[in-house]
């Protein structure tokens, strides 16, 4: 097919004994009807720009990292990155006791469910509610999902993904915990049962772990040759790097890497992640401020009777209220933007837990709207 003045197009078909040439106008051609059904049904992952005065919506860091001009010096912009990211793998392999071929990188983690999905196919299972991308990027791929809503402590319903996993033989199970948006940790005692019962393969997705009081799942990679720990450095601080990585054996390691995009982690963030990750004490310092603070803004919270709390082993917490919309909209009037998870957990808003000076903008905020 040749372009010819920008909106026309001619195709030259040759038969035995014709040539024809088949015109087509772009500006009568039917896009949608071009893209793939399971792709046309979909809505692209809401992550608008709000503006406001304290952004509490996304579950970020408060706390972000300065960058060294000699960090910035190092980086040839000319040439293709590392390809495989050795140096990160090496920090992270140093800080978390585990071998670099047990480690992919990600450009960010959400990269790393789609070459998941990718490289084992489906049916997926996850619980919900929670992290939306599972099922985004499920569908995106045209796999089967299994979603299984969890119980009324938004805990695993052992028995209904159980029976899933006889019945639909599901390849791949994504449980975050800390379960976002719920904020809790699933009983280990049900992820274990699971990673056991399964014949595919378990990802722990572990984004929240820094800020959990549970030990998470890394001391049993060398148990289950199916389990998989996922990782990212988004809300530890590092949320525009995008940078993700998993954890797992490096059979699985070896066979996902296949479908990985050759230079997926670009030069910039490998060599800040690479900076920041060798300075623990502040890395560390920082999620103790935002544990001491979460813990503060519950206590701070519960005082509020007429709103109803979740605990959280995260750095966000998902509250019930009354009006959830009208709550949410005050809030943003008030210049404090926070995620209303309406169509996910219906009636209910969830709040990252910011600087002290934000979560006092907030909490007065919230006040002023509930009571
Ligand atoms: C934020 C989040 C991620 C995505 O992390 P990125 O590394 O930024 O892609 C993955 N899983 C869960 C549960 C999250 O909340």
Known sequence: MKQFNGISYFMVIRTKSKIHIVWYNSATMNIKMLVRPNIRSLSAYEAKEIPCRVKLDAN???YGFKIDDAVLKQIKTNRYPDPEGKKIKQIISKNLGIKPANILLGNGSDELIYYLITTFGGPVLYPTPTFSMYGIIAKALKEKCIAIKLDNEFDIDIEAVLKAIKKDKPRLIFLSSPNNPTGNCFSSEKILKIIGMSKGIVIVDEAYQPFSSERGFLPLLKDYRNLVIMRTLSKIGMAGLRTG???AD???????????LPFNVNSLSQAIASKV???????NSFIRSIVSERE????????????KLYPSEANFILFRTGNADKVYQELLRKGV???NMK?????????TVGTKKENEVFLKALKEVVL
Do not use: H, Q, W, Y
């Open 60 to 62: 970020e860091s408060p």
């Open 245 to 247: 990585f998993l954890i």
């Open 250 to 260: 490096a059979e699985i390691t070896e066979e996902v890497n296949k479908v990985r």
């Open 277 to 283: 990750l060798k300075d623990k004490g502040k890395l």
């Open 296 to 307: 503060r803004l519950f206590e701070e919270m519960e005082k509020i009777k007429v709103i």
């Open 337 to 339: 933007l926070v995620r």
């Open 343 to 351: 169509g996910v957990v219906n009636g209910c808003l969830r709040v």
